[in-house]
């Protein structure tokens, strides 16, 4: 895999951890209270990707979401 860049020039790093796995180094984290504000930041997350024809898909994606939900009740 290859690494990103963030809107700043940023260099995301992908790594893996033994136990883990996978992981984005420096990766930007979010907390939601419901739904609309979930979707909110999906949209914001969406208009970053990158997209552009190609003979097999006339929207072929140029970019990768790693998209992770955890719950906690408190």
Known sequence: ?????????EVLKIREDPSTGFYVDKLSVFSVKNEKDLMKKLKQ???????????MNEYSSRSHTIFTISNAIT
């Not at 895999?1 to 020039?9: H, L, R, S």
Request: net charge positive; charged share 50%; aromatic share 0%.
């Open 45 to 55: 997350g969406n208009k970053g990707r990158k997209v552009r024809a190609t003979n």
């Open 1 to 9: 895999m290859k690494e990103k860049k963030k809107k700043n020039g």
